[in-house]
Each structure stands twice: as structure tokens, then as C-alpha cells.
């Protein structure tokens, strides 16, 4: 069965840091691209950051580069992504997903994705 759990959500103020993880079991990790996405109420679901757990190339969007770091792990079969001097409007649920199209954050192509985790940032 193919999982992907995410976990690392919770409140942090305005400028703190949090990490996010994304454990995945049921397929062979290294054929996949995985990717963070999140989702704020009212909007559609955006692609932050994506890493192939081939080679560890990383991808990130405009919104999140400079603050994120997506990186893997794959003798646990695991990526995170550190978030860094967080803004409220990175309030959103945050969902990992898996990709054999490395490269891209369109949700479409991807094909398992995590229940997701709660990332709150107060002002």
C-alpha cells in the first residue's frame, strides 16, 4: 500500500521556523520525485518546492525560495522541508506528493499524495 504521511505542523509566530516531514512507503523511493504543496482556505492547492530523490536536484517556487528547503533522505524514505523565516501568508495546509515527472509542481502529475499538516503562522 502506498503512504505518504506528513507530519511538523503546528503554530509558530510571524519570522520563526518549522520542518516538515514526509515519510513514504509502498513504492520505490528513488523512481519518484517529491514535491511540497500547500493549499490555504478559498484558494487552489500551489507547488512550494519539489526534490528528485535520485540525484537531489531541487525546484523551488518564487514565493518560498531563499526562506524553504526541501531535502531527502532516503535511507528513511523521507524529505523535508525547512521552512525559515515564516509570514503569515504561508498559512496553509501542506501536503507532500509523488512524481514520476521530475521537475514540475503541476498537481496533475502527481500520483500519491500525503492526508496533509497544518502549518499556522501568527502575526
Known amino acids: 500500500e502506498v503512504q505518504l504521511v506528513e507530519s511538523g505542523g503546528g503554530l509558530v509566530r510571524a519570522g520563526g521556523s518549522m520542518r516538515l516531514s514526509c515519510a513514504a512507503s509502498g513504492f520505490t523511493f528513488d523512481d519518484y520525485a517529491i514535491g511540497w504543496f500547500r493549499q490555504a482556505p478559498g484558494k487552489e492547492r500551489e507547488g512550494v518546492s519539489c526534490i528528485s530523490t535520485s540525484d537531489g536536484s531541487t525546484y523551488y517556487a518564487d514565493s518560498v525560495k531563499g526562506r524553504f528547503t526541501i531535502s531527502s533522505d532516503n535511507a528513511k524514505n523521507t524529505v523535508y522541508l525547512q521552512m525559515n523565516s515564516l509570514k503569515p501568508e504561508d498559512t496553509a495546509v501542506y501536503y507532500c506528493?509523488?512524481?514520476?515527472?521530475?521537475?514540475?509542481?503541476?498537481?496533475?502529475?502527481?500520483?500519491?499524495w500525503g492526508q496533509g499538516t497544518q502549518v499556522t503562522v501568527s502575526s
Open positions: 506528493g509523488a512524481t514520476t515527472m521530475w521537475g514540475n509542481l503541476h498537481t496533475q502529475d502527481y500520483d500519491y
